[in-house]
């Protein structure tokens, strides 16, 4: 499929897990991409996967939460591309714990990297959308949005208002042929269920050591997966999200679709 032949993508968090999926995906399919994240080992990576095909493209450091550090960002990746008909806000975080122990700070770094990092790329993506064509955001929820995860309490409300806020947009600019869409992943292995550190925009679960095991029964996938692994790989959500960013989504918006194995049927 060559679905991204002369489109322009940006997508963030993509040092790493479905992020880094989802720049080979584009890749593959003919785009041209701008690959952003906080950490530059991250890109790196990212650059060296993209093998020969990295001639299209183009990593810039990126912390989603910093006003002045998406807008030089944003500048210098249209500088590299002249335009972007697909936004992919998929940079993400994730702390966890019993909610008596959760911190304000943790709270409030969750909320602004998942939340505010997904408002401020977006208003800063807008003007650039409504040159684009066939322009689409694809903003990552979860299905912690939607259902009980426990220990999960701020990045269930981080991910339920990007959820939200993904409905209001899709709907202020649908004249302008925009469209919205959100993923929910669930039971997939990205760079915060592996742990891979904060350096990358994402830090592991660390689920208390006194958790409740029997509480994560409502999170697993009934789909079995190779080897008795308990997580999908990224890419099983990258072809999702490159679809939504398609032209192939043109009647898609407003919506989300869950990307979870049959977890929450």
């Not at 684009?132 to 903003?139: C, I, M, Y």
């Not at 996938?221 to 032209?247: N, W």
Request: glycine share 12%; aromatic share 6%; hydrophobic share 45%.
């Amino acid at each position: 499929m060559r679905r991204y032949a002369d489109r322009r993508a940006l997508i963030t968090g993509a040092g790493s897990g479905i992020g880094q999926a989802t720049v080979l995906r584009i890749l593959d399919e003919g785009g041209t991409v701008v690959a952003a994240d906080v950490s530059e080992a991250g890109l790196a990576d990212t650059v060296a996967k993209a093998g020969p095909q990295g001639d299209r493209l183009s990593t810039v450091r990126m912390d989603v939460g910093d006003e002045q550090s998406v807008r030089a960002g944003f500048a210098e990746a249209l500088d590299a591309t002249d335009g972007l008909d697909t936004l992919v806000n998929a940079a993400g975080i994730l702390r966890s714990a019993h909610f008596t122990d959760t911190t304000l700070a943790d709270f409030e770094k969750v909320v602004r990297v998942n939340l505010f990092g997904t408002f401020l790329v977006t208003r800063e993506a807008i003007p650039a959308l409504r040159r684009g064509t066939g322009a689409a955001v694809v903003n990552f929820s979860s299905t912690s949005a939607n259902f009980a995860h426990p220990y999960m309490s701020a990045y269930a409300a981080s991910k339920g208002g990007v959820q939200a806020m993904t409905h209001a947009l899709a709907l202020e600019f649908s004249k302008e042929r925009i469209r919205f869409n959100c993923v929910q992943p669930g039971s997939v292995s990205s760079g915060m269920t592996d742990g891979v550190g904060e350096s990358k925009q994402s830090v592991g679960p660390g689920l208390p050591d006194d958790m409740d095991f029997a509480l994560l029964g409502k999170i697993m996938s009934v789909l079995p997966l190779e080897d008795g692994a308990m997580f999908a790989k990224p890419d099983a959500v990258a072809s999702v999200v490159a679809m939504l960013g398609s032209p192939d989504a043109y009647w898609v918006t407003g919506t989300e679709v869950r990307v979870d194995g049959g977890t929450h049927m």
